[in-house]
Each structure stands twice: as C-alpha cells, then as structure tokens.
C-alpha cells in the first residue's frame, strides 16, 4: 500500500518537491501540511504532537495519522496525485496557437487578461461552478489559493504570481470536499496542472471526488517559482518592502520589480537562483504540457497573451469567449521564442 512514506522517499528527500500541494488538497486525513500551515507553532512538551521542521524544509510535512501506516487502511492518494513520483516525458502537441487579449477592462491583468476572459465567459456561460487561482495580498505580496465563484472574483485574483508560500491548491479541497462543486477551473503552473492531469486519470477511488470536478485545466507558462520568504529577505537586504512593489513580470531574461514610486529593479534570473524553489531545478515542463489551454507572454508582444490551445475541450472554451466578444485574436505568434524557452528549461533543469 502506497502513503506518503513512498513519497517522501521518493520526491521529498530528493529535494524534487514542487509545493504544488496536490497532496495536501486530496489527503482525506488531513495529515499533510507545509510548514507555514502548522496548526501549532511552539513546542509542546506534554507530548509529541508537533513535529518542528527545519527553517528551509519546502516539501510537506506529516502530522504523523496517516490511516495507511498507522491503520493500515488503503489509501495512496496523496502518491496518485503526485506530479513529480515520475518522469513524463510528453510530446508538444496542440491544435492552434494565436496572439490574443481581453477586451474586457481588468485591473491588474497581465499578458492581455486572457485567462481572466475565459473564466469570466466560463463563469456567465454556467460552464464552471468556480475557478481555483492564486490571488494576492498586495500588501505582503502573499500568494493565496482562492477559489473564485463570480466574475468580480475573477478580476481580484488577476495577474502573475510569482512567489510560492503554502499549497496553491488550498481552495481545490474545500471547494471538492465542502462546497460539493463539480465543475471546476484549475489555474497553476505546470506542476499543478501535471498534477491535477495525473488525478483525472487515476483509479484511486479517494481521487474520484477531485476526478469529477475538474472541468478545465489552464496553465501558465513557467520557468521557475521563488519561496515566498528568501525573496522577501532578499527584498529586505537591498531597503525594498513588499509594499513597495506594484507588479512583479518575467520578460526576456530578466525579473522585472515595478515600484509604487516608477523605478523598476531588475534582476538577471540567474541571479535569482538562491531564491528558486529547489523543486523547480526537477520540472522539464515550460507550458504546460498537460493542459487544456497554455498562456503565457512568450512570443506575443506587451499587452498581449500567446495561447496555445491543446485539445478541442480547450478550444470550445476559448473559441466560446471569442465568439461571446470577449477576446480578440490573431495567429502572430513567434513560436520559436517559445521553442527556445521550452528547450532551455529541459536542458537546464536536472529531473533524473
């Protein structure tokens, strides 16, 4: 019988742990948690109900009632759902790959808010009950997972995120497990939509209440996420608060800051590596293999997404916000800049 043992031994402790949280959403125990979600933040000394981790740990932690290895009862989930239990090597398939951007007026998209127009259209259409995203504290910069239900929800949770701090995928299990939705977008990088791919076609009946409600996968190109606290220490370090910050962007080699004052820092992304989550050094995905749709703002000018449309489920959700006006789309894409990235990430990245 699988459990999280198996999993430590074989992603954890090999440092290839992407925080996705895909196990810590299915886990019907509740017995895995990262380290900032610790339910008790001293040690006790009455018992040994509290593990304290190190500083730097970024894989989950168990709270030590697994079912499996206390009880023996059959579970595995959280081993199912994993995206990084093996490598998957997938070919680069997709039916279509365009320039688009909303033409609805979002504050705070970025790369041409198409992502918020096909959940907006999603949502209106009665297509999805509710979309799991990252949205923001934007004064911490804290990313939280949040499961948006409405349009106006939809438009608070806009724009990238880079900073990883507890499970994305938060919001998936209370929306599964306590809200009984059925019908559900997953927004994420490709960790989280590989992981959410890896669900849908398990056999593990723990699984099935997450297999049936994921209606929609979308992906969001990625190189590499950082750890929410080394980066805020090393903001600290050079006088930069996190509300200092009014947008973070990715573009051409370099990490933009913006600042609320008009100076923008950048930063070469080598020089971002002792930040990086050490998981990301396993990913070889730069798109988002698994997905239904891929956005990202690789091979599209400013102001605009390129989106890479990867089966016909995709295509009748984004070809629907087209046609309802939502979108505006060409084919004036430059593909080899995408080729380029994605070939980089698999030979830089050691996933053996």
């Known amino acids: 019988m699988r459990s999280y043992k198996d999993l430590e031994r074989e992603v954890w402790l090999k440092n290839r742990c992407s925080g996705c949280g895909a196990c810590t959403a299915v886990c019907p125990a509740n017995n895995l948690y990262f380290k900032e979600e610790s339910p008790v933040k001293f040690n006790c000394t009455e018992c040994y109900c509290e593990i304290v981790p190190p500083e730097d740990i970024e894989h989950p932690i168990s709270a030590e009632f697994c079912k499996t290895t206390v009880y023996d009862v059959p579970c595995g989930a959280c081993h199912d759902a994993c995206p990084r239990v093996e490598v998957r090597e997938m070919e680069d398939k997709y039916l279509g790959i365009y320039r688009a951007k909303s033409k609805l007026e979002i504050k705070n998209a970025q790369n041409g808010g198409v992502v918020s127009a096909i959940l907006i259209n999603a949502l209106e259409e009665e297509l999805i009950d509710g979309a799991i995203v990252i949205k923001q504290d934007n004064w911490t910069l804290e990313p939280i997972s949040y499961l948006a239900t409405t349009k106006e929800e939809v438009v608070k949770a806009a724009g990238s995120k880079y900073l990883r701090k507890v499970s994305p995928l938060n919001a998936l299990k209370k929306a599964v497990m306590e809200e009984k939705l059925e019908r559900l977008a997953i927004v994420g990088t490709p960790c989280i939509i590989e992981a959410m791919a890896k669900i849908q076609s398990s056999v593990n009946d723990l699984l099935k209440p997450f297999r049936k409600a994921i209606r929609l996968k979308i992906s969001l ?39 609320v004052d008009g100076f923008i820092k950048e930063y070469k992304i080598k020089e971002l590596d002792p930040v990086m989550r050490e998981g990301c050094k396993s990913c070889i995905d730069f798109t988002g293999l698994y997905s239904d749709i891929s956005v990202g703002n690789v091979g599209t000018p400013e102001g605009y997404s390129t989106v890479i449309i990867r089966n016909k489920w995709g295509e009748g959700f984004f070809k629907r916000a087209c046609y309802n006006g939502l979108i505006d789309f060409d084919s004036s894409v430059k593909i080899e800049e995408i080729k380029k990235l994605a070939e980089l990430k698999m030979k830089r990245k050691n996933y053996k």
Do not use: S
């Open 221 to 259: 190109f990625c190189f590499e996420i950082y750890d929410y606290a080394k980066m805020l220490k090393k903001l600290e370090e050079e006088g930069i608060n996190p509300w200092d910050i009014k947008k973070m962007e990715i573009e051409r080699g370099k990490f933009l800051l913006y600042l």
